[in-house]
Structures are given as C-alpha cells and as structure tokens.
C-alpha cells in the first residue's frame, strides 16, 4: 500500500514529450466554469423533467464552481450516460474522478505519514520476547494511534482506488467510440497505470504506439512499456 499511496511519475500526469499534456491537463480543465445555472435552478429543472439531460450537467457545473466535487459527480455521471456521444462531458467526468483521487492520496500520504511519525518502527526497540518489549507492544496509547491511523489510511486509499477505477471505467468507453484517437489511449494507459492496472496501462499504451509510431513520446513510452511489462514479471504489477 505504501508504494502504491506514494508513487508518484513524472511520466504519469504530465505525459512527458506528449503534445497533449497528460492527465494534469485533464484535471485542471475539470473546475466547472464561471456564471452558469445555480444549482437551484438546475434541480427545479430536473423535478420538472428528469429526461432533461443538460440540467444534469447544469447541476455538475454548479455544484463544481460551488467547490462541492464529490457532489457534482452524480449528475456528471447521469449527464453522460444520457448523452454517450459527448466525449468532452465523459472527460469532464474522468478529470472529477481523478480529482477525488488525488485529493484520496494526498489524505492518504498524510496518515501514512502520521502514522510513520507516531510509530517509527522498532528496529532499535528491543526484542518482544523481552519484559520491556512486551511492555512497548502492549502500549495502550500506541496501540490507539496505530488502529486510528491505519483506519484512516486504509479508508482513504479504497476510496483513492474506487475513483481511479471508475475514471479507468470512462475512458474504456471514450476509446470503444474513437478507437483511433490515440490521445484517449495515452489517457487511459495513464489512468490505468495511476490504478494499479498495469496490465490495462501496457495494453493502452501499445495502441497508443500503433495509433501513434511516429508521436514524439513514442520513446518515452516504449520505456516505460518495458517498466510496467517488469514489474508484471516480478508480480508487482495489477
């Protein structure tokens, strides 16, 4: 869990030697937009017609210029799924999961941290069997903390995982309708990747290279294939 919490590329998120930006550029374009229908509003047009498609989205929009994420990710979700064709609201919606999940690992890193700060270890404790040892282990106070902040981790990573897998979800969908867009690939490899789906990741970014041989991540990419396809040899990969 820790390596998974922490990991952090450059290659991932930025897409290095990309011309399209990688998954920041994603997450950044996904903040609602200025002016626009109040939430309000949005939903007296969902009570007065739950077909309306763009009063979902509305709502999402608001919500999100409201700072409210978790929220706008419902109507988001009901928006596309009524309109599949509109790929910029699917990675409208792919950049609010992403969001959450970033938002999931930096809570994570801060238990794991917490957790690391209030129980360094016992390297230099003495052994278990010994009277003080067993004294140490029985420690009421660290005992507390221990269960508090591996509650916390643990909380935050699953929730951490959930998004990142649902935006996996989305941009399956996205690459099935353009099976040729090479950018929704790299997208998705990228996403995948963040996830733990390592094998999902190797596969993108393999079409991604058939789509795109001549892109000038091309190398960067065919590298980083050779990492993940290592790391899936060694058992360490999804």
């Not at 010994?130 to 508090?148: C, F, H, M, R, V």
């Not at 643990?154 to 959930?162: I, P, S, V």
């Amino acid at each position: 869990m820790f390596l998974a919490v922490t990991f952090a590329s450059s290659f991932v998120l930025f897409g290095v030697g990309t011309g399209f930006g990688g998954l920041q550029d994603i997450i950044n374009q996904s903040g609602g937009s200025n002016g626009g229908p109040s939430a309000s509003s949005a939903r007296e047009r969902i009570e007065k017609n739950p077909k309306d498609a763009q009063a979902y989205h509305d709502l999402s929009t608001a919500l999100q210029n409201d700072g409210k994420i978790e929220e706008a990710i419902p109507p988001l979700t009901t928006y596309v799924r009524r309109e599949p064709a509109d790929l910029d609201g699917q990675r409208e919606l792919a950049g609010l999961h992403l969001r959450e999940a970033e938002i999931f690992r930096a809570q994570a890193i801060a238990a794991q941290t917490a957790l690391a700060e209030a129980l360094p270890g016992q390297t230099f404790q003495p052994p278990s069997s010994s009277k003080i040892g067993q004294a140490l282990s029985n420690d009421p106070i660290s005992n507390a903390l221990s269960t508090e902040y591996n509650a916390a981790l643990n909380k935050a990573f699953t929730a951490m995982q959930g998004h990142y897998t649902k935006a996996v979800g989305v941009y399956r969908k996205m690459a099935a309708r353009q099976p040729r867009d090479s950018s929704l690939q790299f997208e998705l490899a990228q996403t995948a990747e963040l996830g733990g789906d390592t094998k999902t990741a190797i596969a993108a970014y393999k079409r991604f290279l058939a789509l795109a041989p001549e892109d000038q991540s091309a190398p960067a990419v065919k590298a980083r294939i050779k990492q993940l396809q290592a790391q899936v040899a060694a058992g360490t990969g999804g």
